[in-house]
């Protein structure tokens, strides 16, 4: 299908083999509890696809990335989703270091390793925190000597069993109490993290969402990134640079699952062809969204216009999605539905954009004010 080959093309000439290895597993298997969708894409350079190429990574631009996670999405949609957290942490990272001139030996050797060691990395921000701002982080830290000490929960936390480091933005004080933001970069491994159950639906189960409890967990300096209250706009552009990477990569994920499912209404020629065109028409609508927008992220759109576009893509696709997937299923017919439990996964899969913050409601005031003229403030 058109939609996807060239999604299946970007993935092939940045992860070769990663396809054929998740394709030779059967759906159930690769959206399992226990499935290792998750270490193969680490063993296929999955975690490089955002490192810049110095720092030994794929240094892909935003519109091979948005057609790398609809690849997996179709494939996988726990893999699809969960390595957005990832990616966006990895872009974000990145930037940062990028004009950083401050970077200690231990965090240049933890992003060096990132794509050559395959690290994987996940998020303790805000999501999953109802009525929270999304940029808010979802730890605290305290100065302990030379370091900081960490406590918090992060639920859901994808790749929570995967994970190689837990980044986390904080705001800290400096020496004469002055606050400001830092990022921390926190070995999973580290004494004090622990894991727990929290998913409980099986759809989306191998995304490793669970819950990531931090306990008194020290993070010594030499792994902060701190700022001073000079850079705090810089920073916190940066987080409005991950936020618009975030929102780009989750909707091209689930774009991927429905077009799974609009593919084989094609392939099995299902419905008339008038159908067949509403059906695909809808499909590479939300597609050519989610491109368009990337192409102008790519051309240098940033703050509020990025953002405002990725939004935009995002709730526009979502009610394309929507629509589309029903007609899929209908289309396609009791027989499929009730003869493998693929249909009816992929249909439940796709309605979980919807979960993702933010809201429609919690940005209306906010998305009416920026089309009227006014700044667009994320909450």
């Known amino acids: 299908m058109r939609f996807l080959a060239s999604a299946r093309a970007a993935s092939e000439k940045f992860h070769p083999g990663l396809i054929a290895a998740l394709e030779a597993i059967p759906l159930t298997e690769r959206e399992s509890a226990d499935s290792q969708v998750v270490e193969i894409f680490r063993a296929h350079a999955g975690a490089g696809l955002l490192v810049p190429e110095e720092f030994g990574g794929h240094g892909s631009g935003p519109l091979d990335a948005v057609r790398v996670q609809r690849a997996l999405g179709a494939l996988s949609p726990s893999l699809g989703v969960a390595t957005v957290m990832h990616h966006f942490t990895v872009a974000m990272l990145f930037s940062l270091a990028a004009s950083a001139d401050r970077l200690t030996s ?47 929960e992060k639920k859901p936390c994808s790749l929570s069993r995967s994970m190689d480091l837990l980044t986390a933005s904080v705001t800290v004080t400096d020496d004469a109490g002055r606050p400001s933001l830092a990022l921390l970069l926190i070995p999973a491994d580290s004494p004090g993290i622990s894991v727990e159950p929290f998913w409980s639906t099986p759809v989306l189960a191998a995304a490793q969402s669970d819950l990531v409890r931090l306990e008194n967990v020290r993070v010594p300096q030499e792994l902060v990134i701190s700022s001073t209250p000079e850079d705090q706009q810089r920073l916190d552009d940066l987080q409005t640079s991950g936020f618009t990477w975030f929102e780009l990569l989750v909707t091209s994920a689930y774009t991927g699952v429905a077009a799974q499912l609009v593919g084989q209404v094609l392939e099995r020629k299902r419905g008339s062809v008038s159908d067949r065109a509403a059906l695909s028409v809808r499909l590479q609508a939300a597609v050519d969204l989610q491109e368009g927008a990337a192409r102008a992220i790519a051309d240098g759109v940033e703050g509020d216009e990025a953002v405002a576009l990725v939004l935009v893509a995002r709730y526009a696709t979502q009610d394309l999605l929507a629509a589309a ?39 209306a005031t906010e998305l009416v004010d920026y089309f009227e003229g006014g700044p667009l403030h994320l909450s």
Request: charged content about 15%; glycine content about 10%; overall charge negative.
């Open 325 to 363: 997937v029903d007609a899929a299923t209908e289309m396609l017919g009791g027989m499929s539905f009730v003869g493998s439990p693929d249909v009816a996964y992929l249909a439940s899969a796709v309605r979980a954009l919807a979960f993702h913050p933010p809201s429609r409601g919690s940005l």
């Open 106 to 152: 231990a965090q240049s050797k933890l992003l060096s390793s990132v794509a050559t060691d395959g690290l994987l990395l996940s998020s303790a921000w805000a999501e999953g925190r109802t009525d929270q701002n999304i940029l808010l982080p979802a730890v605290v830290a305290e100065r302990d000597g030379d370091g900081y000490l960490v406590n918090g």
